[in-house]
């Protein structure tokens, strides 16, 4: 069965970019090079002690009484906070700057060996043909809402520094690889815009805020993050206050996303720009501290530069960067030579994004005319935190297709599924579409082919009814795919989606 449906085209947000300067202007802030070089370089070296810190302590539930190292290290520990950065800037040098979660999931196949968690579910998925954001969603109620996410937003926020919402997008794509759209992406899209403006503005509750605007008001980060700034407000000491955020957090518990970024605040709250209070205040509160400690560091890094952070706290860890979950390249060995290759990357994905900031080695930095940034863009963060994770998006030049699965891939025998194919011109011309359908034996479409016309702005919908026509013997994966070919001037894509096919047994009918 076929059902076309014509809506009336709507405003289109583009995947990256919306801070742009107006052509042929000049950017509305820039930043001495030498100066953004000491902020990149205090990110990563806060990243690298905070996460060192807090190791030893990783998945202890009880709270700790932490004031420095302990033991105190003769290196930095490896950690995926920092490794899977490495990864996505190969990714960004190697990919270009309009890298998507599809582009991160080929890489997280390639040179990630560890299977841990939402790691491992989410990388599982895409082997079965599952792609993003489907791959973080689907199978993975346990860990979707957990840590693995927001502690690798700071590529983002050096790649788009006083952007926040480039940032985000990005961390979007990021995220949403294996988390889908839940609280584990919700806590990227809070520390990714957090840290991109905090290059810019240096008030810690404008700063909360900020990343605040970008996540849904009532998601469970929200809350736990609303709760550490309530219990302060009110008085509340540190335990006190690390009570009330753990309560508020039950819904996801122990080990997830909103209980542990409510830690980071804590810290910062109860700390103030004390580095090694702040650090120690957020791994003292205990569950996920390498993560707390590390994105805590890697904030006040960016805010004040490397005079935030004491020799002492320096010389343990050094410059090296050790590595634990990824492998196959050579990425970064030292923190200067990552400092060096994120403002590369920088100048290029700001250049490339239209971005109104640029870094230049021979000028001041200018932050005069930061009030005209827009910190804020309620429009990019209902967009993004709104996107469902059964929708698959491919664009194609004068036109979008989206499929989508509607609800969890799974078919079970004598129950049809339907799902949908968007087709959207984005012209003020006429394009005719070709549309077909393929799947593996076993599994069925109820047509092959389409042809239709999209009049400028028009969107036209396809239903399509998938049924499984043999019962396999268990439960495995069927695939198929929907190849779509647009002219005049359109490029052709071919999207494959998968099934889980459930084999006739007791408890299905």
């Given at each position: 069965?076929?059902?076309?449906?014509?809506?009336?085209?709507?405003?289109?947000?583009?995947?990256?970019?919306?801070?742009?300067?107006?052509?042929?202007?000049?950017?509305?802030?820039?930043?001495?090079?030498?100066?953004?070089?000491?902020?990149?370089?205090?990110?990563?070296?806060?990243?690298?002690?905070?996460?060192?810190?807090?190791?030893?302590?990783?998945?202890?539930?009880?709270?700790?009484?932490?004031?420095?190292?302990?033991?105190?290290?003769?290196?930095?520990?490896?950690?995926?906070?920092?490794?899977?950065?490495?990864?996505?800037?190969?990714?960004?040098?190697?990919?270009?700057?309009r890298i998507d979660a599809r582009i991160l999931g080929e890489y997280w196949l390639k040179y990630v060996p560890v299977n841990w968690n939402e790691y491992g579910t989410g990388k599982a998925n895409m082997r079965d043909g599952?792609?993003?954001?489907?791959?973080?969603?689907?199978?993975?109620?346990?860990?979707?809402?957990?840590?693995?996410?927001?502690?690798?937003s700071e590529i983002w926020a050096c790649l788009a520094p006083g952007c926040p919402s480039l940032a985000v997008r990005y961390a979007w794509q990021d995220a949403c690889v294996d988390h889908g759209t839940a609280e584990g992406t919700y806590a990227e899209m809070f520390t990714a815009a957090v840290e991109s403006a905090a290059f810019v503005e240096k008030d810690r509750d404008r700063l909360i805020e900020i990343g605040l605007s970008y996540i849904p008001p009532r998601c469970g980060v929200a809350a736990a993050i609303r709760t550490a700034i309530a219990a302060k407000e009110q008085g509340l000491d540190l335990a006190a206050a690390r009570e009330a955020v753990v309560k508020v957090s039950e819904p996801t518990g122990w080990f997830q996303a909103p209980r542990n970024v409510g830690f980071v605040i804590l810290g910062w709250l109860y700390g103030g720009d004390d580095f090694g209070k702040s650090i120690c205040d957020a791994v003292n509160c205990g569950d996920d501290t390498d993560c707390t400690g590390a994105t805590l560091g890697s904030i006040l890094g960016i805010i004040h530069g490397g005079k935030v952070i004491p020799e002492k706290w320096r010389r343990p860890v050094?410059?090296?960067?050790?590595n634990v979950a990824v492998s196959g390249f050579q990425g970064p060995a030292t923190l200067s030579e990552l400092t060096d290759r994120t403002i590369i990357a920088a100048k290029k994905v700001l250049n490339d994004n239209g971005m109104p900031v640029a870094i230049v080695?021979?000028?001041?930095?200018?932050?005069?005319?930061?009030?005209?940034?827009?910190?804020?863009?309620?429009?990019?963060?209902?967009?993004?935190?709104?996107?469902?994770?059964?929708?698959?998006?491919?664009?194609?030049?004068?036109?979008?297709?989206?499929?989508?699965?509607?609800?969890?891939?799974?078919?079970r025998p004598g129950e049809p599924r339907h799902v949908t194919l968007l087709l959207e011109n984005l012209t003020p011309a006429a394009l005719e579409a070709e549309v077909r359908w393929k799947t593996d034996a076993g599994l069925t479409a109820d047509a092959e082919?389409?042809?239709?016309?999209?009049?400028?702005?028009?969107?036209?919908?396809?239903?399509?009814?998938?049924?499984?026509?043999?019962?396999?013997?268990?439960?495995?994966v069927m695939r198929g795919s929907v190849s779509v070919s647009v002219s005049p001037r359109g490029k052709s894509v071919e999207i494959p989606f998968a099934f889980l096919c459930h084999a006739r047994n007791a408890g299905n009918p």
């Open positions: 069965m076929i059902r076309t449906v014509n809506l009336a085209a709507g405003v289109l947000l583009c995947m990256l970019g919306s801070c742009a300067a107006q052509a042929g202007q000049g950017p509305t802030i820039t930043f001495n090079e030498a100066e953004f070089r000491d902020k990149v370089y205090a990110c990563w070296l806060g990243k690298s002690i905070g996460g060192t810190l807090g190791m030893p302590f990783e998945g202890r539930r009880e709270t700790h009484s932490l004031t420095f190292y302990d033991p105190v290290p003769d290196k930095p520990s490896a950690n995926d906070d920092l490794d899977l950065q490495l990864l996505w800037l190969k990714a960004i040098e190697e990919r270009g700057t599952f792609l993003p954001p489907v791959s973080g969603h689907f199978r993975n109620e346990k860990w979707r809402n957990s840590n693995g996410a927001w502690i690798r050094g410059e090296t960067i050790l080695p021979d000028s001041p930095t200018d932050l005069s005319r930061r009030s005209e940034l827009r910190l804020t863009d309620p429009k990019v963060a209902r967009g993004l935190w709104s996107r469902s994770p059964y929708r698959l998006v491919y664009e194609m030049g004068p036109a979008r297709a989206t499929f989508d699965y509607v609800k969890d891939p799974d078919l082919a389409d042809s239709l016309t999209l009049m400028p702005g028009e969107q036209q919908r396809v239903t399509r009814t998938v049924t499984q026509s043999e019962v396999p013997g268990a439960n495995r």
